[in-house]
């Protein structure tokens, strides 16, 4: 079982920048990890992932160059560096992990995860 605990969210100006941050329970280096977003009125949509050891990063086309996904596996933590925020980036974000036996995977589908944070919101003023 893993507990994932979401931090880092508020409100910023377009423009601006945030990092979100994920810590979980147990260690992080057999679990995929990816951040999802939701937006009222939305479907929970991919936003990045990242493989078990970080050797591999994917990335919504909505938010590439902007977004960086990240891991530090000794500190079971996850970040997501958010730059260049736009209001359609307003959403409450979740970060999510998948065990996985092999190191190259990555996961961009929501129902595949195994273990869910209770999200954080993050809100972009024009």
């Known amino acids: 079982q893993v507990q994932l605990v979401e931090s880092g969210g508020g409100l910023v100006q377009a423009g601006g920048s945030l990092r979100l941050s994920c810590a979980a329970s147990?260690?992080?280096?057999?679990?995929?990890m990816g951040w999802f977003r939701q937006a009222p009125g939305e479907e929970r949509e991919f936003v990045a992932g990242?493989?078990?050891?970080?050797?591999?990063?994917y990335y919504a086309d909505s938010v590439k160059g902007r977004f960086t996904i990240s891991r530090d596996n000794a500190k079971n933590t996850v970040y997501l560096q958010m730059n260049s925020l736009k209001p359609e980036d307003t959403a409450v974000y979740y970060c999510?992990?998948?065990?996985?036996?092999?190191?190259?995977?990555?996961?961009?589908?929501?129902?595949?995860?195994?273990?869910w944070g209770q999200g954080t919101q993050v809100t972009v003023s024009s």
């Open positions: 999510a992990a998948k065990f996985v036996e092999q190191s190259i995977v990555l996961v961009t589908t929501a129902s595949e995860y195994d273990y």
């Open positions: 990242i493989t078990r050891i970080g050797s591999g990063t």
């Open positions: 147990g260690r992080t280096f057999m679990y995929a």
